[in-house]
């Protein structure tokens, strides 16, 4: 990878290569749906997901990785989110965790319809929406969903990453890995990745799920 990338542009581009559901997301009951990567999509569209406050049409939050969950029931339509940050710099992380901070406000997802009609694999020419089950016909405008439960992985730079482990409480929301495991090669294969991502399931707050 080009030495003088950005740290943000490496993750991305790693992240471009890791799968439509976050690896090792469990396949539960909590959530049913469809997981589909939303961001990094292709660098030379600006037509991809973000998220955003009700009423807000300048103010737009776009993480270096978004992934969405959509409900499988056209008549309680949500999105459950998961998103990756890299951080630079203490000052970079601060900012960035005042956007996922816990609000009395509802986040929203939004799909502009371009997305919803590209196909999300490139060997494989369905369109997206036809991908998620609370869609019975091709959409005419933005899917714009209301966020039901939100993850956000950040990535510290190893001596920060030290530092805030030894000394910070994370939010529930949170969870935290040093910025070259999301650089790596692969890895969305790394086991600890992978475990890591596993405890950011909407299910592994339960003892046991009902069968």
Same mark, same amino acid.
């Given at each position: 990878?080009? /030495?003088?990338?950005?740290?943000?542009?490496?993750?991305?581009r790693?992240?471009?290569?890791?799968?439509?559901r $976050?690896?090792? @997301?469990?396949?539960?009951p909590? !959530?049913?749906?469809?997981w589909?990567?939303?961001?990094?999509? %292709?660098?030379?569209?600006?037509? !991809? #997901?973000?998220?955003?406050?009700p009423?807000?049409?300048?103010?737009?939050?776009?993480? %270096?990785?978004?992934w969405?969950?959509?409900?499988? %029931?056209?008549? %309680? #339509?949500? /999105?459950?989110?998961?998103?990756?940050? @890299?951080?630079s710099?203490? !000052?970079?992380?601060?900012?960035?965790?005042?956007r996922?901070? #816990?609000?009395?406000?509802?986040?929203? @997802?939004?799909?502009?319809?371009?997305?919803?009609?590209?196909?999300?694999q490139?060997?494989?020419?369905?369109?997206?929406?036809?991908?998620?089950?609370?869609?019975?016909? *091709?959409?005419?405008?933005?899917?714009?969903?209301?966020?039901?439960?939100?993850?956000?992985?950040?990535?510290?730079?190893?001596?920060?990453?030290?530092?805030?482990?030894?000394? =910070?409480?994370? =939010? @529930?929301?949170?969870?935290?890995? $040093?910025?070259?495991?999301?650089? *790596? *090669?692969?890895?969305? !294969?790394? $086991?600890a990745?992978?475990?890591?991502l596993?405890?950011?399931s909407?299910?592994?707050?339960?003892?046991?799920?009902?069968?």
């Amino acid at each position: 990878m080009p /030495a003088n990338l950005s740290a943000d542009e490496q993750v991305r581009r790693r992240l471009r290569q890791w799968p439509q559901r $976050p690896p090792g @997301a469990p396949v539960t009951p909590k !959530q049913p749906g469809t997981w589909l990567r939303a961001r990094p999509g %292709d660098a030379r569209t600006a037509n !991809q #997901p973000f998220l955003k406050l009700p009423g807000s049409n300048r103010l737009r939050t776009l993480p %270096d990785g978004l992934w969405l969950h959509f409900s499988p %029931d056209p008549s %309680d #339509p949500y /999105a459950d989110i998961l998103c990756i940050e @890299a951080c630079s710099s203490l !000052q970079n992380l601060l900012d960035k965790r005042s956007r996922f901070a #816990p609000s009395t406000t509802s986040l929203l @997802a939004v799909c502009p319809v371009p997305w919803l009609l590209s196909p999300c694999q490139p060997n494989d020419p369905t369109p997206r929406w036809r991908l998620i089950k609370l869609l019975r016909h *091709e959409p005419q405008d933005p899917l714009v969903l209301p966020v039901r439960d939100m993850r956000v992985l950040y990535g510290l730079k190893a001596r920060q990453y030290d530092g805030f482990a030894r000394s =910070q409480m994370p =939010q @529930a929301h949170e969870y935290f890995c $040093p910025m070259e495991a999301l650089m *790596e *090669e692969d890895g969305d !294969q790394n $086991p600890a990745m992978r475990a890591l991502l596993a405890r950011a399931s909407a299910a592994a707050n339960f003892m046991h799920l009902p069968g």
